[in-house]
Nanobody, 123 residues
Framework: QVQLVESGGGSVQAGGSLTLSCAAS????????MGWFRQAPGKEREGVAA???????LYADSVKGRFTVSRDNAKNTLYLQMNGLKPEDTAMYYC?????????????????WGQGTQVTVSS
């Protein structure tokens, strides 16, 4: 069983930055691909970024060049550095884990989910 706990959300103005963290409670963290998803009110959950077990990354077009996903296997922690935030980035952000070497930004590929952390960007 994998438990995921997100932190770092908050309210910022457009153009600002936030860093989200996701702490994983699992002994074999390095064998999991990890991802960030988000869901705005009234919208479907969408993939934001993912990182494989070898550190390869994948981003949604809407965040390329602004967001950076990284992982620290020694700390069992996933990060999402978000720069140049826009009001349309406002959403609940979820961390997810998949027992795969690599993933796509498809939520059904992920077996474990955190409770989410809210990000609100004002104009």
């Amino acid at each position: 069983q994998v438990q995921l706990v997100e932190s770092g959300g908050g309210s910022v103005q457009a153009g600002g930055s936030l860093t989200l963290s996701c702490a994983a409670s699992v002994n074999t963290y390095s064998s999991y691909s990890m991802g960030w998803f988000r869901q705005a009110p009234g919208k479907e959950r969408e993939g934001v970024a993912a990182i494989g077990t070898d550190g390869a990354t994948l981003y949604a077009d809407s965040v390329k060049g602004r967001f950076t996903v990284s992982r620290d296997n020694a700390k069992n922690t996933l990060y999402l550095q978000m720069n140049g935030l826009k009001p349309e980035d406002t959403a609940m952000y979820y961390c997810a884990a998949a027992r795969r070497a690599w993933v796509l930004l498809i939520h059904s590929w992920f077996s474990y989910w955190g409770q989410g952390t809210q990000v609100t960007v004002s104009s």
